[in-house]
T-cell receptor, first 115, second 112 residues
Framework: NAGVTQTPKFRILKIGQSMTLQCTQD?????MYWYRQDPGMGLKLIYYSVGAGITDKGEVPNGYNVSRSTTEDFPLRLELAAPSQTSVYFC??????????????FGNGTRLTVT | GNSVTQMEGPVTLSEEAFLTINCTYTATGYPSLFWYVQYPGEGLQLLLK?????DKGSNKGFEATYRKETTSFHLEKGSVQVSDSAVYFCALTPNTGNQFYFGTGTSLTVIP
């Protein structure tokens, strides 16, 4: 069981470049999330999705876009990379929120550096 | 609003020492509470959870009790091992809405 898979593991971007962080899960979870983790700052929610075709902004959405065309995939797009987007990005999923105490399942992260 | 406050780190302990990591929360209604652990180079993993007041979550020798009167969910372990070295995150999810709220994490290093 693969769980939540993120690619790439590492990436270096130049300022102004674009890229897509990939996230896929094989647990048939409806809920998916993108977080960024900065040193000493914990996890901040970028975007989330409650099902295919439905996305919503989290705490820090500026500079990012997402789409959810299938239950399995939830890619995160950076259009014009900036140094402030240097971070570790985590994708996570959880079962239907009808069972509201379901935990999150995390991928192993993508470490992004923008220079 | 919803928020989680964790004790500042880093924490360094000798093997077999007692561990407490404090966590307090602010939430509307009756949230579920979680502790996640992050080992170096990995994503977060669920360590334990509690879904109602006075529940005790436990796993791998770690315990935490949901205290509604003090809005706390402190993590404890009686005898830590070197393999427990990691970053620990306290988190909550309210009983309405779709989001999880995380503390800033506490780094634990256990030395032999």
């Amino acid at each position: 069981n693969a769980g939540v898979t993120q690619t790439p593991k590492f990436r270096i971007l130049k300022i102004g470049q674009s890229m897509t962080l990939q996230c896929t899960q094989d647990m048939n979870h409806n809920y998916m999330y993108w977080y960024r983790q900065d040193p000493g700052m914990g996890l901040k929610l970028i975007y989330y999705s409650v099902g295919a075709g439905i996305t919503d902004k989290g705490e820090v959405p500026n500079g990012y876009n997402v789409s959810r065309s299938t239950t399995e995939d939830f890619p995160l797009r950076l259009e014009l990379a900036a140094p402030s987007q240097t971070s570790v990005y985590f994708c996570a999923s959880s079962p239907d929120r009808g069972i509201y105490n379901s935990p999150l399942h995390f991928g192993n992260g993508t470490r992004l550096t923008v220079t | 609003g919803n928020s989680v406050t964790q004790m500042e780190g880093p924490v360094t302990l000798s093997e077999e020492a007692f561990l407490t990591i404090n966590c307090t929360y602010t939430a509307t209604g009756y949230p579920s509470l979680f502790w996640y652990v992050q080992y170096p180079g990995e994503g977060l993993q669920l360590l334990l959870k509690a879904t109602k007041a006075d529940d005790k979550g436990s796993n791998k020798g770690f315990e935490a009790t949901y205290r509604k009167e003090t809005t706390s969910f402190h993590l404890e372990k009686g005898s830590v091992q070197v393999s427990d070295s990691a970053v620990y995150f306290c988190a909550l999810t309210p009983n309405t809405g779709n989001q999880f709220y995380f503390g800033t994490g506490t780094s634990l290093t256990v030395i032999p």
